[in-house]
């Protein structure tokens, strides 16, 4: 209910103030400051968080059929839809490493 709850403020705070930002990415930051201030114990949400990561590829299922259906866009696009791909996955690379290094400095001390 507690991940629920928050994805729900999280798109109600994007509706009302008309945020660019996406109401689920607003959610996963409150939750992320709720267990960070210890709002929300990790114990709370640790039963469903592992429920939903073991069905994590089932529920990527709905985007990889919209990619298959919107394939037909691609059509001579291909090449830089490749060089894209590989350009981001390389940047999420990057600055996921710097994240978890810097999360560690500031959580070792």
Known sequence: MIILIVYFI???LQLMFNLPIPGTVIG???L???????????????????VLISHMSFLFIPAGVGLIT?????NGKIVP???I???S???VWI????????????CSK
Do not use: P, Q
């Open 70 to 74: 919107s394939f037909g866009m691609l």
């Open 81 to 83: 839809f490749i060089v």
């Open 28 to 30: 996963l930051i409150l």
């Open 10 to 12: 999280g798109i109600a």
């Open 32 to 50: 992320f400051l709720a267990l960070y201030f210890g709002i929300v114990k990790v114990e709370m949400i640790e039963d469903i968080c592992e």
């Open 89 to 91: 996955t390389c940047v």
């Open 85 to 87: 791909v590989i350009i």
């Open 95 to 106: 600055v996921t490493a710097y994240v978890v290094t810097f999360l560690r400095k500031v």
